[in-house]
């Protein structure tokens, strides 16, 4: 919701339990929050009002049946998954999704894979749209050469070489 442009795009961000650490960070960059509590009364009327709904969950197998009854009573225009995890499990709901989105061509690749032996394999759906990253603000999180050197020595590895990985900087 970040990049979209707000002058062609109105984008609500909807947490169906509770709100999180990131409720502040996206309501500064002047994106509605609206939190459920897991009222999911609420939805038809925010629902009515959606062109596109844009779910992000593990894959199928977590297509929640209270929520996709309410989506399937009020399907708005578009229904995209975002499917961080490539998990599938055959649910009549699935049919509901537009697009299935995969962040990596290696977890789409695995899905397709997993998948061959099934009728409908639903590659005309299947899509790879890789979570962005902002290098710049991971890379604020560095450490400077006065810290690592102080940890390096607090741990007793001042003589060894660290390398590290980050799969989501949060």
């Known amino acids: 919701s970040k990049y979209l ?5 109105h984008v609500t961000v909807v947490s169906l339990l509770k709100g999180g650490e990131r409720v502040r960070l996206i309501e500064e960059q002047g994106t509605e929050v609206i939190i459920l509590n897991g009222d999911f009364t609420k939805l038809p009327i925010l629902l009515k009002k959606t062109d596109v709904f844009h779910w992000h969950g593990s894959g199928a197998c977590s297509l929640d049946i209270e929520l996709f009854s309410v989506i399937k009573a009020n399907k708005p225009k578009l229904v995209i998954q975002t499917n961080v995890f490539g998990a599938f ?3 009549p709901f699935y049919n509901l999704i537009d697009y299935d989105l995969y962040i ?3 977890i789409l690749i695995r899905r397709m894979e997993q998948d061959r032996k ?3 394999n639903f590659g005309y759906k299947r899509k ?3 979570y ?3 290098t710049d603000h991971i890379n604020s999180f560095l450490p400077t050469d006065q810290q690592l050197a102080k940890f390096k020595e607090e741990n ?3 003589q060894y070489f660290i390398a590290g990985r980050i799969g989501r900087a949060d």
């Open 128 to 130: 790879v749209l890789p």
């Open 156 to 158: 007793k590895l001042r």
């Open 89 to 91: 499990a055959n649910s």
């Open 5 to 9: 442009n707000k002058d062609i795009f």
């Open 104 to 106: 990596s061509k290696m």
């Open 132 to 134: 962005p990253v902002e």
């Open 118 to 120: 099934l009728k409908d």
